[in-house]
């Protein structure tokens, strides 16, 4: 039987765009759907309500808010929160991309967009339910950060499948902007109702992301063999790669040890300031609710920006490690600068959330799209298309153990003051720089005109 031929390069186009927009609105619900809980855990100020004269309690500035968040230590109950959904993702994230290396991607994605549904809404229907158990929202949380590890692996490795390397930086640099569109929905949303009735900030995004599944489930094409309905050539290709058996190729493992840790201290920042951010507005600049969670969307406006400068500029360059360490350079002090003069103003906190988000989210929108897709194909990998889910779960699960870790420490360590948060973020920028600097020198010395001399 003849190898079949790709589809008439206008309708391939097509259907490439289709994919591309698809995948973008599932991780958008994704993220959408993450996004409540950093603008629900603001709380009101408790000053301003008449409180009953029947109601006995100790005085404090939080009395009117959900118990048990009504106490001094809210800050810790929302740290524990946040991590119980983290750990989850940062453990099911290495399992993720074994499972979507032998599950259908359209399947796979579908029964996550469902559950993470579920359980999003469920968290939401607290409220209406009455429910005031601490460990009822750890468990949400934690079942929502499993099925959450679905969405990563699944929709990179479908538009792997579609697009080659030329641009890729490009392209995905502008598709990776889903996670901060995700993040702006789901602030304005979950701020639309978090000062009447919060539940409706987790129950609304849990219905999107489960609408999203069922979309998902009719029109997504995983790839260009799947249009052609090369089912037989398709199990035929799995059958002969794996790769496992490829799993030690040096040249692609090294750079996916170092991008990995790297993306750890990268997403330590980028989460710190996902579910954090919102309430640093609010305790430093003293806005309300509503209005930090909408200046919070600001620093996603330049996560936008930055992911498609970074692309742009490594796809010109041929630098993705280089790329990413000059903006993680740039970050440190931009980072102490929000911090003394970010406030000062409307005109200068804009500046800064746009210009931090794009320093910040550049480098971690590069790792875990355009690196991760060119590693997940490195030629020693034989063309297996479906090792670029399991090397995306290897890479997106180490940094979700940053991700884990940075919500934790600003919990633990924002009450000692803000600075120290900050200090923390610094901290864990300038170790990421560090960690490229191998690569970094490689990519400068083939700028130079050296190659590497291989071993063997």
């Not at 900030?201 to 260009?224: D, N, Q, R």
């Amino acid at each position: 039987m003849g190898t079949p031929r790709d589809p008439p390069g206008q309708s391939l186009r097509m259907y490439r765009g289709f994919i591309l927009i698809l995948t973008f609105f599932f991780y958008t619900a994704y993220h959408l759907s993450r996004k409540p809980i950093s603008i629900v855990k603001l709380h009101r100020n408790c000053s301003f309500v008449i409180r009953p004269t029947d109601l006995n309690i100790t005085d404090n500035d939080t009395w009117c808010d959900w118990a048990p968040f009504d106490q001094d230590n809210y800050q810790n109950l929302f740290g524990y929160i946040d991590n119980c959904f983290l750990v989850a993702y940062a453990i099911g994230m290495f399992f993720s991309g074994m499972f979507g290396e032998r599950l259908p991607l359209r399947y796979y994605l579908t029964s996550g967009m469902l559950l993470s549904g579920l359980f999003t809404s469920l968290f939401g229907l607290g409220f209406y339910w009455n429910i005031h158990s601490l460990w009822y929202y750890c468990l949400m949380q934690a079942l929502n950060g499993l099925v959450q590890t679905t969405g990563w692996p699944a929709v990179v490795a479908c538009v792997g499948n579609w697009f080659g390397k030329g641009k890729r930086g490009f392209i995905m640099g502008v598709w990776n902007s889903h996670t901060s569109v995700g993040n702006i929905l789901g602030s304005l949303i979950a701020g639309a109702f978090v000062s009447s009735a919060w539940g409706m900030s987790f129950i609304v995004p849990g219905i999107i992301i489960a609408a999203m599944g069922i979309i998902c489930f009719f029109f997504l094409v995983e790839s260009k063999l799947s249009l052609l309905f090369c089912i037989m050539l398709y199990v035929a290709e799995v059958q002969n790669s794996s790769l496992t058996r490829n799993v030690f190729c040096p040249a692609s493992l090294q750079g996916v040890v170092e991008f990995s840790l790297c993306l750890l201290f990268a997403k330590l920042v980028s989460y710190t300031f996902l579910y954090w951010l919102p309430l640093y507005i609010a305790n430093v600049a003293n806005f309300d609710a509503k209005s930090a969670g909408d200046m919070s969307t600001l620093f996603d406006v330049g996560g936008i920006l930055g992911g498609i400068l970074a692309g742009v500029v490594s796809d010109y360059t041929g630098g993705r490690a280089t790329t990413c360490c000059v903006m993680l350079i740039v970050a440190a002090p931009m980072l102490f600068l929000y911090n003394a003069i970010g406030q000062n103003g409307v005109s200068t906190t804009v500046v800064m959330l746009l210009v931090c988000g794009a320093l910040v989210n550049g480098p971690y929108a590069l790792i875990t799209t355009a690196v991760s897709a060119d590693l997940g194909t490195h030629e020693c990998l034989r063309g297996n298309a479906k090792a670029l889910s399991t090397v995306t779960a290897i890479i997106d699960g180490t940094g979700s153990i940053g991700a884990a870790i940075g919500p934790l420490l600003a919990g633990l360590i924002s009450p000692t003051g803000w600075n120290n948060v900050f200090y923390m973020l610094i901290s864990a920028d300038v170790l990421a720089c560090l960690l490229l600097c191998r690569l970094v020198f490689k990519e400068v010395r083939g700028w130079c005109g050296y190659t590497t001399r291989q071993r063997g």
